[in-house]
């Protein structure tokens, strides 16, 4: 794995074990660790060491074959129920982000469509769709980034939130990669970076991949957006999500409901930017969307320092759902969709 610029893979398959750079340590230092069994890639799933919709969907499928690998090659039911129980166990990890569900449903989909085959066929297959979720996440992070960059103005000031490259996703990113295709048309003129309270993906994940691509940007808090705004500083927003439903309404990283009002607010656009991956066709609205809420710790700590008194109550979702009416449009792999979303997702994801 090497980190000179921002379109390294975070999530490397090395035909034994998963590596995965620990994003926990970012940026003061780039370690690599290796995960080999099923709990370790829990483990590192709800600790946020690999993190972002589509990486945890694609950890999480690796995931599922180190679970099923060395499973008895008995009968297809027991062996399938058994697939089944590893992939609730590490869906478990965390709720939010539909890529997650979404990968191992796959996997579990064409396992049982290819029952008649010897298990040690499934093992292969387990592990075969995990690599094509892998390389399509590339595919389609790619394709994001040229659509949505034809959304972007010449010397454009674009906002964002949490982190979206190289290492929330397969390679690129989301948002992310609308940034980086941007960049390489010449058109950004700075990026403001939020930088994410409370566990600082904006802060320590954005500018660490915006510094190796050479991208101007400039770290701001979360609640100078406003201001920001308000001074003509900001030409579009941009985020990423971790799960839009029928209608549109997207999930994502706790602050992005906020930066949506304020662009709204301030005529400015405000853009998603999603492969059909993290689309639930299954969700009708936000509400139905189940939020994770993270320890009290993240809030009442700065790091391991304790910031608030103790015994006092905390309130920490990790994300917020942005209602539908407030995004100017989402970016796909299969094009920049505008409202109505729910008849556009129909036609080209139903
Ligand atoms: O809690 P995180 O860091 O996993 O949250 C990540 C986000 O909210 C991202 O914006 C989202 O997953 C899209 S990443 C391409």
């Not at 992939?87 to 049982?112: C, E, F, M």
């Not at 066709?281 to 320890?295: K, P, V």
């Amino acid at each position: 794995m090497s980190f000179t610029a921002s379109t390294f893979q975070s999530v490397e398959w090395t035909g034994d074990d998963i590596r995965i750079i620990d994003q926990t340590f970012l940026p003061q230092k780039e370690v690599i660790i290796s995960l080999t069994s099923v709990g370790q890639v829990w483990d590192a799933i709800k600790k946020l060491k690999v993190r972002g919709a589509p990486a945890i969907g694609i950890a999480g499928a690796y995931g599922l074959y180190l679970g099923v690998r060395d499973l008895h090659e008995g009968v297809f039911g027991t062996f399938y129920k058994e697939c089944e129980r590893v992939a609730d166990y590490l869906n478990s990890s965390r709720p939010t982000a539909v890529n997650l569900s979404w990968a191992l449903k796959r996997i579990l989909g064409i396992i049982y469509s290819q029952k008649e085959k010897p298990i040690s066929e499934l093992k292969k297959l387990a592990l075969q769709t995990a690599i094509n979720i892998h390389e399509e996440d590339r595919r389609l992070c790619k394709a994001i980034g040229e659509n949505g960059a034809e959304r972007v103005p010449p010397n454009a000031r674009i906002l964002t939130h949490c982190n979206t490259g190289s290492l929330a996703t397969g390679q690129y990113g989301t948002a992310f990669s609308v940034i980086l295709h941007a960049h390489k048309q010449k058109k950004i003129k700075n990026v403001w970076v939020d930088e994410t309270r409370p566990l600082l993906q904006g802060a320590r994940l954005t500018t660490w991949e915006l510094q190796k691509e050479e991208i101007p940007f400039t770290l701001n808090i979360d609640s100078a957006a406003a201001f920001l705004m308000q001074k003509g500083e900001v030409d579009l927003v941009i985020t990423g999500a971790d799960r839009i439903t029928r209608n549109g309404d997207t999930a994502n990283k706790i602050g992005t409901y906020s930066l949506a009002v304020l662009a709204n607010a301030h005529d400015i656009p405000f853009y998603i930017a999603a492969p059909y991956s993290t689309i639930d066709m299954h969700l009708e609205n936000g509400s139905d969307i189940e939020i994770e809420q993270r320890e009290e710790d993240e809030i009442t700590h700065f790091g391991s320092k304790r910031t608030a008194p103790k015994h006092i109550s905390a309130y920490n979702p990790a994300f917020d759902i942005t209602p539908n009416r407030l995004i100017s449009a989402i970016i796909t792999e299969k094009g920049v969709i505008e409202p109505d979303y729910r008849e556009k997702f129909e036609k080209l994801f139903g």
